[in-house]
């Protein structure tokens, strides 16, 4: 019988020693978007509808790009850490490392495939 404190039982994160930084992970990345947010749709609201050039010369300048970059890398991230919480909820064995491989995949190339088009558009 090990004499171990309530304390220090407590103290480790969990049974898979990763959900605590899962967790703050998503709290971090939630918050960032709800301050991106207002900001992304107001780059992108007030380009709905411009000619191209004027999208081109928006997106050209250094503060709505670096925004727009922010929010599909926080966005991308958030995504993954999402779905795999979803995918290790409701799968099991082969078929949850498979679907979180694919989610991974997936979600970073929409941010690298976004930067990519982003970095065409403004240089």
Known sequence: ???????????????ARSGTGHHWTMTVTSVALLILTPFFLG???S????????????LSRPIPA?????????GSH???LGMQTL???Y?????????????????YGI?????????QIAL
């Not at 050039?53 to 928006?58: L, N, T």
């Not at 670096?66 to 926080?74: E, K, P, S, T």
């Open 1 to 15: 019988m090990a004499y171990v404190t309530d304390r220090k039982r407590v103290t480790g994160l969990g049974a």
């Open 47 to 58: 380009a709905l509808g411009s000619e191209h050039s004027d999208v081109v010369a928006m």
């Open 87 to 89: 995918i290790e909820d």
């Open 66 to 74: 670096l925004i727009v970059a922010a929010y599909l890398i926080v």
């Open 78 to 80: 958030h995504l993954r």
């Open 43 to 45: 780059i992108i609201g």
């Open 111 to 119: 941010a690298l495939g976004g930067l990519v088009a982003l970095m």
């Open 91 to 107: 799968t099991r064995g082969l078929t949850r490392k498979i679907a979180i491989i694919v989610t991974t995949i997936l979600s």
